[in-house]
Each structure stands twice: as C-alpha cells, then as structure tokens.
C-alpha cells in the first residue's frame, strides 16, 4: 500500500524516500578526498605542461629572422649568454658561442654604455635563407649626460629556417677596435 493510498489518495503509490547523496555524514570525507585529487591532478599537469614548455621547447628557432639578429644584439649589448642557444643553428652552435664570446672579449677593451641595433634589411635567398645586416653602433654616456654615439656599422648574418623556426648560421661583425673604437683607444683598460 503506498502513502498516497494509506491517506485516502486514490492512484498514487509510494515512492521510497532517498537520502541526499551529500547528506550522508559517511560521504563527505570521500567527496573531499575526491576533490582534493582532482585540484592536485590538475595542478600537477598544468606544472608539467608549463615544465615541458619551458625545458624542452626552449630549443626553438625565432619567430623571424630579424628576432634572431636583434636577440643576438641584445644579449652582446647585455653581456649574457643565456637564452641564446636557441636562436643559434645547432650545427654551428658551439663555433658561434666561441664567436659571440670572442666578441664580448673584445667589446670589454672599451666597452660602450649601450650597444644599438639601428635599420635592419633582410634579403631572402632561397631554400630558408635570408641575410640580414643590422646597422649597429655602440653609445657612450659622458659626465653630465652627454653621449657619444659611434658609426653605425654593418653586422651581416646568415639566418635559416629549420623545422622550429629562424636561427643564426653565421655572423659576419666588423672588428670592434678599429671599426666601433679606434684602434688607439681599443687597447685601454676601463678602470
């Protein structure tokens, strides 16, 4: 007999009474641990997604030719290596590591206050190639905020495109003392 019936209902039958799934005292500490799981699952793939990204996709090409070039400029001008590996053909990696720190070497002889990249032009090639030459020229601050500026030079690069994008295949600079510094100046130490 349903409780529609026991009360005098006619054609309602009883539906057993279910308890709440979040109800029940015995279910949230499992509801809880569930949670937790799920929070710790996400963060631990969004960690390793960013990880991968930043470890193993470092070794990218630039987005354009000009990026690699400028790069390469920024980092002579900030004296910092890192993050220019990638921009660096692989094949010729450690021969245009020796370069660019050969180059910093001789910067430091009389090294600028800023070195500028000016006017880019690229040439396409063919066959992923394209030439670069960056006009280039070093800024030096003199006591009360005046500057020297020397003349823009050009550094000519070989820039390829692999299957990650653009790299360095070679850099053809002119020589700091004697082209940026004149060559009696070049051999003073800063002090």
Not at 15 to 41: D, E
Not at 54 to 81: C, F, H, I, M, Y
Not at 119 to 143: I, K, M, S
Request: aromatic share 8%.
């Amino acid at each position: 007999m349903g409780l529609g019936q026991e009360i005098g209902l006619p054609g309602h039958r009883a539906v057993p009474r279910r308890r709440p799934l979040l109800g029940r005292k015995r279910h949230w500490p499992w509801v809880l641990v569930a949670l937790v799981a799920i929070v710790i699952t996400t963060a631990v793939v969004v960690t390793a997604s960013w990880a991968f990204r930043r470890v193993v996709a470092p070794d990218q090409g630039a987005e354009t030719p000009a990026v690699a070039v400028t790069l390469w400029v920024l980092k002579l001008n900030a004296s910092d290596v890192i993050g220019l590996s990638p921009i660096l053909a692989p094949a010729r990696r450690d021969e245009l590591l020796d370069q660019w720190h050969d180059y910093r070497r001789e910067m430091d002889r009389r090294p600028p206050s800023k070195l500028e990249g000016g006017e880019l032009t690229t040439t396409e090639r063919g066959d992923g190639r394209v030439l670069v030459v960056n006009q280039v020229h070093g800024t030096w601050w003199l006591e009360g905020g005046m500057s020297l500026s020397g003349e823009d030079e050009p550094w000519r690069f070989d820039v390829r495109r692999d299957s990650t994008g653009w790299r360095i295949w070679s850099a053809e600079l002119p020589p700091w003392c004697g082209a940026h510094v004149r060559p009696d100046t070049c051999h003073e130490q800063r002090g």
